[in-house]
């Protein structure tokens, strides 16, 4: 009797996971394809110096647009592009595009505008990613001061030795390297003393509590702290009202990414911006001049 029961909840429960992995079955196939056929492009969200509202920077966002007409964001495909391991793939594709992009800019003479890459560590071979990166850069043509690579503080966490050759390599190349979603990690501090980072991008988690929860404030405060001693920056992700930023550059943030500057931004919408900024400094320098 309990048998019959275990048995029907057992088949029910094959069942399920069967759909689930011919699904996922279904997404690796495509995914595949994605990569070959070049569904993949990217978005560029603007890094803002505040109060200023001066652009410091821009991330490189992958999209996938599915022949279905579908957008898929990369939290929808990228885990499992990690747990197949097609994620490095197409962290390759996003360097590549992304330097040819920036140096397509930086040689038109639009602006020097640094651009950072998202990389995983899932799947990350230390020799392949560094050969990747150079390579990359001298194809561009693209000043290796203009490239940052970020990694997630939790990824770093969980492959310590190979980390650091990472680490290391990247940073020797003059590449700019920074911890992404930082604070949620539950690393210790040491481990930022130990690794020198150029930058350490707050989680939006901490800056969401701002400017009323205290314990957002603390954290903050205490990720400002060592960042000053460490003489490294500091991002704030997913910025999304005044009074956030306020806050935030009251606490000694001056740099700061999210929804109240802009939304991740077509590469052609960028490329327009970054020509008017460039009128508009010529323009004011024409008009010192006269
Ligand atoms: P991330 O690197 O922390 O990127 C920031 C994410 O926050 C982006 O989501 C961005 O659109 C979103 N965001 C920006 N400002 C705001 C805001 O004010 N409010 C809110 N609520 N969200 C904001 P997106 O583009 O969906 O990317 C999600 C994550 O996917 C990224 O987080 C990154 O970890 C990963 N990812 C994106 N592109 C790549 C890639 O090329 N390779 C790899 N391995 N991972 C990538
Ligand atoms: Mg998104
Ligand atoms: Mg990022
Ligand atoms: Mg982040």
Redesign the pocket.
């Known amino acids: 009797h309990a048998k019959q029961a275990g048995r029907g909840r057992f088949s029910l429960y094959t069942a399920a996971m069967g759909e689930r992995a011919d699904q996922r079955l279904r997404l690796e196939t495509e995914l595949r394809a994605a990569i070959r056929e070049g569904q993949l492009y990217l978005d560029y969200?603007p890094k803002m110096r505040y109060p200023e509202r001066e652009l410091v920077g821009v991330?490189?966002?992958?999209r996938w647009r599915h022949p279905n007409g579908t957008l898929i964001?990369?939290?929808d495909f990228?885990p499992i592009a990690e747990e197949t391991g097609l994620?490095t793939a197409?962290?390759e594709w996003?360097l590549r595009e992304a330097c040819h992009q920036v140096g397509a800019w930086f040689e038109a003479g639009l602006a020097a505008v640094p651009v950072a890459?998202?990389?995983?560590l899932a799947r990350a071979d230390v020799d392949r990613l560094v050969r990747n990166i150079e390579r990359a850069l001298t194809d561009a043509r693209l000043p290796a001061s203009l490239l940052e690579v970020?990694f997630?503080e939790s990824q770093m966490l969980g492959q310590n030795v190979r980390s650091r050759q990472l680490v290391d390599r990247i940073r020797a190349m003059g590449v700019r390297l920074s911890v992404?979603?930082f604070g949620t990690g539950y690393s210790s501090l040491s481990y930022l003393a130990d690794f020198r980072f150029d930058t350490i991008k707050i989680d939006?988690a901490f800056v969401h509590g701002l400017p009323d929860e205290n314990e957002a404030r603390a954290v903050i405060q205490a990720i400002l702290g060592i960042a000053q001693s460490l003489e490294c920056d500091v991002v704030a992700?997913?910025?999304?009202t005044e009074a956030q930023a306020d806050a935030l550059s009251d606490l000694g943030c001056r740099q700061m990414?999210?929804?109240?500057f802009s939304r991740?931004l077509s590469a052609e919408v960028i490329e327009r911006e970054l020509g008017r900024r460039d009128a508009g400094v010529a323009a004011s320098v024409v008009s010192a001049a006269s």
Do not use: F, H, K
């Not at 991330?59 to 992958?62: F, I, M, Q």
């Not at 890459?117 to 995983?120: A, E, K, R, T």
């Not at 992700?237 to 999304?240: C, I, R, W, Y």
């Open positions: 969200q991330e490189a966002l992958v964001e990369p939290a990228i994620v197409i962290d996003v890459v998202n990389m995983s970020e997630t992404d979603d939006r992700e997913g910025v999304e990414q999210g929804y109240l991740p």
